[in-house]
């Protein structure tokens, strides 16, 4: 894979994230804090991490990225247009009637997702299937998940993480969004989840802990993960939600709130002045 600079994945991050504001603003509905909160994991995972082709996504052998939180899609699909997968142009018709980005992911319209996403606590039970059915088929690929801390309230989510925990599916990570927040409030006030680490070493899992806004420590988690061979990961990247404008960050409200055009345009003049560190990595 090409090598890149740490400024020049910043600086998609960036465009990533003006272009998150762009389009919950166009579509006039969309969840801006985390889908600002997790775009340098999705940029980590599209340019860095994956085993992928987008002008070949359906090929057998490329690792699956599971979105179970299907309501921060808005940064996926925008790394997805950066990276190549469809034209950038597609990105201003989010949730449009029959269009490609629909407000949630949905396979009949992007075939080049993996599944269809929104229902929460859902999605580790999908990317256990298939981690497990990849197992039996004897494929090499890794299968990943990334999944809300919101939806550990979801009963579902904690029986798929025993059903891998118990089959050691070592050829599954999931990231976790710990961002605090949920719908209605900060989620230890709506349902405490620590010591949520502890919940899942209990149940068999190897735990890796990192900042979610930082690359380097996402890729080599990534790394770890794959070298991990007893039980499955999960990578807790703990992430400040709106990142990158500062009357969204750590603001439950706007969870799930448009931003309206004089919003916008403040939240892109301080994504434009974001700084970071300097540094040159590539994928092995």
Not at 70 to 87: Q, T
Request: proline content about 4%.
């Amino acid at each position: 894979m090409t090598k890149y600079t740490l400024e020049e994945l910043q600086d998609i991050a960036k465009e990533v994230r003006q272009d998150v504001i762009k389009m919950i603003l166009k579509a006039g509905y969309g969840h801006p804090a985390g889908s600002l909160g997790m775009v340098d994991v999705f940029v980590a995972m599209y340019y860095l991490v994956l085993n992928h082709d987008p002008s070949n996504p359906n090929w057998i052998d490329r690792d699956r990225l599971i979105l179970s939180n299907g309501h921060i899609c808005p940064a996926r699909y925008a790394v997805m247009a950066h990276s190549g997968y469809f034209e950038h142009k597609e990105l201003m018709q989010l949730g449009e009637f029959e269009r490609i980005l629909q407000g949630h992911p949905d396979k009949r319209y992007l075939s080049s997702v993996e599944t269809t996403s929104g229902p929460l606590g859902s999605g580790l039970a999908q990317a256990s299937g298939i981690a497990y059915a990849s197992r039996m088929d004897k494929k090499r690929f890794r299968t990943f998940v990334i999944t809300s801390d919101g939806e550990h309230d979801e009963g579902n989510h904690w029986e798929a993480v025993m059903f891998a925990g118990k089959n050691n599916l070592s050829n599954l990570t999931m990231i976790v969004d710990r961002n605090n927040i949920q719908i209605d409030d900060f989620t230890e006030n709506v349902m405490p989840l620590e010591p949520l680490a502890d919940k899942y070493k209990a149940f068999n899992w190897s735990v890796l802990e990192v900042d979610g806004h930082n690359i380097e420590e996402i890729l080599n988690a990534c790394k770890k993960a794959r070298a991990i061979y007893e039980n499955p990961t999960v990578i807790m990247a703990h992430t400040i939600p709106g990142k990158g404008v500062d009357f969204m960050e750590n603001n439950p409200n706007w969870h799930a709130k448009a931003p309206n055009d004089l919003d916008a345009q403040r939240a892109i003049k301080e994504i434009r002045t974001m700084q970071g560190r300097i540094a040159a990595y590539g994928e092995n």
